[in-house]
Nanobody, 114 residues
Framework: QVQLVESGGGLVQPGGSLRLSCITS????????MGWYRQAPGKQRELVAH???????VYADSVKGRFTISRDNAKNMVYLQMISLKPDDTAVYYC????????WGKGTLVTVSS
């Protein structure tokens, strides 16, 4: 059974940091390019970062220099370290494969507010 479970979200003040985690099951993780997406209220889901099987990373301009994506192939997990958070980063964050996309998990809510 394919499953994506995101965690690590929460309420943080502007300028704060969070680390999101995504554990996957039912996919051959090591052959998948993995990505973090987010969906803010009233907006479409957008891809914010992805990491290839060789560890190469790509970031959306809006998060470049503030977010870092990483992966642990032994644990089938992908992470998103977020620093210098802004109110515009408020969204539900999801992970998924870009290579072989599967059904979405429930996501984890990040709220940046003072």
């Amino acid at each position: 059974q394919v499953q994506l479970v995101e965690s690590g979200g929460g309420l943080v003040q502007p300028g704060g940091s969070l680390r999101l985690s995504c554990i996957t099951s039912g996919i051959i993780f090591r052959v998948n390019t993995m990505g973090w997406y987010r969906q803010a209220p009233g907006k479409q889901r957008e891809l914010v970062a992805h990491i290839g099987i060789g560890g190469n990373t790509v970031y959306a301009d809006s998060v470049k220099g503030r977010f870092t994506i990483s992966r642990d192939n032994a644990k089938n997990m992908v992470y998103l370290q977020m620093i210098s958070l802004k109110p515009d980063d408020t969204a539900v964050y999801y992970c998924n494969s870009l290579t072989y996309p599967v059904g979405w998990g429930k996501g984890t809510l990040v709220t940046v507010s003072s």
